[in-house]
């Protein structure tokens, strides 16, 4: 499995509706911001590259995907100094890989 929930389970004192519903809330966002991920990527906007990181990297923690989390942080380094395009390029390739087998798993075991 390449996500962990106990940071939401903590944050919601074992409530299992909260943990479903952060992860709905998950499924149901990712997907647009892996769109705009894409776009920046493939137009190298290193500003657009950086924000659209920093705003899936509180979701990549709190659901405990830590390859993409660690990925993601590279990913904002680098677009932040506005360097490594093709490096950019191959760890979104994995981190929108990861991502999308992860919403895939967590369908299947929320029954989604």
């Given at each position: 499995?390449?996500?962990?929930?106990?940071?939401?389970?903590?944050?919601?004192?074992?409530?299992?509706?909260?943990?479903?519903?952060?992860?709905?809330?998950?499924?149901?966002?990712?997907?647009?911001?892996?769109?705009?991920?894409?776009?920046?990527?493939?137009?190298e906007?290193?500003?657009?590259?950086?924000?659209?990181?920093?705003?899936?990297?509180?979701?990549?923690?709190?659901?405990?995907?830590?390859?993409?989390?660690?990925?993601?942080?590279?990913?904002?380094?680098w677009?932040?100094?506005?360097?490594?395009?093709?490096?950019?390029r191959?760890?979104?390739?994995?981190?929108?890989?990861?991502?999308?087998?992860?919403?895939?798993?967590?369908?299947?075991?929320?029954?989604?």
């Amino acid at each position: 499995m390449a996500y962990n929930l106990e940071k939401i389970l903590e944050l919601g004192d074992g409530d299992k509706e909260f943990v479903e519903a952060v992860v709905v809330a998950f499924i149901e966002e990712i997907p647009s911001d892996l769109i705009q991920f894409t776009k920046v990527v493939d137009t190298e906007n290193y500003t657009g590259i950086y924000q659209v990181s920093h705003k899936i990297k509180p979701n990549l923690d709190l659901l405990g995907m830590n390859e993409s989390y660690e990925l993601n942080l590279q990913i904002l380094a680098w677009s932040k100094a506005q360097t490594n395009i093709s490096d950019i390029r191959t760890a979104y390739a994995k981190v929108y890989s990861k991502i999308t087998n992860n919403i895939a798993a967590l369908k299947k075991d929320f029954n989604l």
